[in-house]
């Protein structure tokens, strides 16, 4: 499991490469968390080389966006494959979290926010 | 084939997990969608055990079956932890807002979702759980498109 973190136009993106499950979540969610920390505001998840999550990783994701939203951020997911889109179906998040088909589309929505 | 994996309490075993999947998956060339449901199912559990289910036992083992029965693959998970039925936990309202929800329980109701069966006994000092899913168009066909 991997982390890239970059800025792009005032927005945080943070690339997950991998298998986000059980073993792998506490380090993601240390890397997340540390966003927060550092009062960053717009967060972009890029899920395009994420190749699986499990709800270890959705509680990880459901706890930042949670901190994050009490310090007045925002985090969005882009580029979800197929099998991480059916999760994020399956726990109900699609009316409640951000989600987009391109970090593009997704940076658009940051940016103008 | 059959597929059988014997785990510790170590989740980095969880790579293994998918590993055997992925054999499974391509012995019996499953579709993409139920190597998903497969992997998911087991993550799930398999963590649960792990995370919960061994407070004071000795020696932690859970086993891992895969196999295929007619038009259904048949998973068999079996642990000698805590005495527990997952299933009995109370299926997760997803309609509640994000803030309102028990972080917990998730992976029970995704289980739910992606199997069509689940029986769950404790016998011989075992959790024992049988998941089936029956096979679906995408699977067994013998056309690249149908691995992943």
Redesign the interface.
Known sequence: MQTIKTQQDGVTVVELRG?L???TSPAVEKDLMSLVESNEKKVLVDCQSLA?V???G??VF??V??ALKQRGGTIVFAALN??VK??FR????PP??GMYDTREDALAVLKAG | MDGTLTLTND??R??DV?HLVHQFGEAHRLG??TR?AL??AL??LV?NT??YGFDGVAEPRITVRLALDGEAIVVHLADNGLPFDPLSRPEVD??V???D?P?GG??V??VR??MDELHYEHAAGENRLTLRRRLRPGDGIPDEQAGG
């Open positions: 298998r499950d059980s073993q699986y499990s709800s270890a959705l509680r459901l706890m966006q949670k197929g099998s059916m999760v399956m726990a109900g998040l409640l979290v | 989740l980095a969880l790579a998918a993409h969608e998903f992997n998911l993550d799930e963590t792990i995370s997803t309609t807002p994000l803030e929800r972080i998730l992976g109701h995704f979702q992606v």
